[in-house]
């Protein structure tokens, strides 16, 4: 079945291959992301293919521009059916020199961003009866991350809001669950490699992946895939670790 999906974070990495491979299974796409120049040439490469998607540069902590970018992907496919709720930042900073503001930005983007998100789109999936949202969180909320308290605790509170929207929606036909990623290949995960040069290259990394390779996109693109389906309606309040056996 078509659904229309929004998929926040969809200029690069997760998000870009979760957009990709939603459109190229026939849903419609809503590419979000505050990197304008490349959602928009990702979604008309994608438009090119012959696949249906709409971009939007928008941050997500902006509320109100992300409530006219959903209006108008009303607008454009009709009513929201499912969300992944997938951008975020991170940075590295020692806990005692983290300043209020460098926290803070980290809560607004990553954990107030998702709320917004999640609660400007779920009415219409209320309305409907049936709706999927999956965010994405990290494995650093379930094992912590040195110099990363700020990034650790906002996905934490994104796998908290997604147990609690999972319990209070349930009964609506909305499922809500999370994937924590661990090592995904993308321009985040490339970033971290050259914060201060101790950090091993992903590559070097692999030793630590009990199946021996890194993530790919298209890894947490099919578990989204597969949680938004009709057949995972009795998944909910759930982390689905796609992490290669990193973290059981
Ligand atoms: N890559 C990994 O190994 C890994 C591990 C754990 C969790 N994650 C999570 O996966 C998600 C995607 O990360 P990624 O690795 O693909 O990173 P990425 O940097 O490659 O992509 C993130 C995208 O989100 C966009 N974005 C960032 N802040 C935004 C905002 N305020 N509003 C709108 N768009 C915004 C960026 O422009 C970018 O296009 C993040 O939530 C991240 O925390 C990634």
Redesign the pocket.
């Known amino acids: 079945m078509r659904r229309v999906a929004i998929v ?10 979760v957009a990709q491979w939603f459109a190229r299974a026939g849903h419609k796409v809503a590419m ?4 304008g120049e ?2 928009r040439s990702a979604s008309e490469e994608l438009n090119a293919e012959g696949h249906l998607t709409v971009a939007f540069e ?5 509320r109100e521009n992300l409530g006219v970018a959903i209006e108008k992907t009303r607008a454009a496919f009709g009513p929201i059916e499912v969300l992944i709720a ?5 940075e590295y900073k020692p806990f005692l020199e983290m300043e209020v503001a460098e926290w803070q930005r980290m809560l607004d ?2 954990l107030t ?1 998702m709320f917004h998100s999640i609660q400007l789109a779920l009415p219409d999936m209320v309305a409907a009866g049936w709706g999927r949202v999956v965010t ?5 909320a379930q094992v912590g991350a040195p110099n990363m308290a700020h ?1 650790a605790a906002s ?1 934490g509170g994104v796998t908290s809001l997604t147990k609690a929207l999972a319990r209070e929606f349930a009964e609506k036909g909305i499922t809500v669950n999370t994937i ?10 490339r ?2 490699e050259e914060v201060d040069g101790t950090n091993p290259r ?1 590559e070097a990394m692999v030793q630590a992946v009990p199946v021996k390779r890194i ?1 790919m ?1 298209e890894d ?1 693109a099919s578990a989204c895939e597969w949680l938004c389906s009709d057949g995972a309606s009795y998944v909910t309040g759930q982390e689905i670790n796609v992490n290669g056996g990193m973290y059981c």
């Open positions: 926040t974070g969809a200029a690069s990495g997760i998000g870009l291959g979000m992301d505050r990197n490349a959602v928008v941050d997500i902590a902006d997938n951008a975020g930042i991170s983007i990553n961003g994405i969180s990290s494995m650093s990034y996905k924590p990623p661990a090592i995904v290949h993308t321009g985040l995960s970033r971290t992903i993530g996109p947490i």
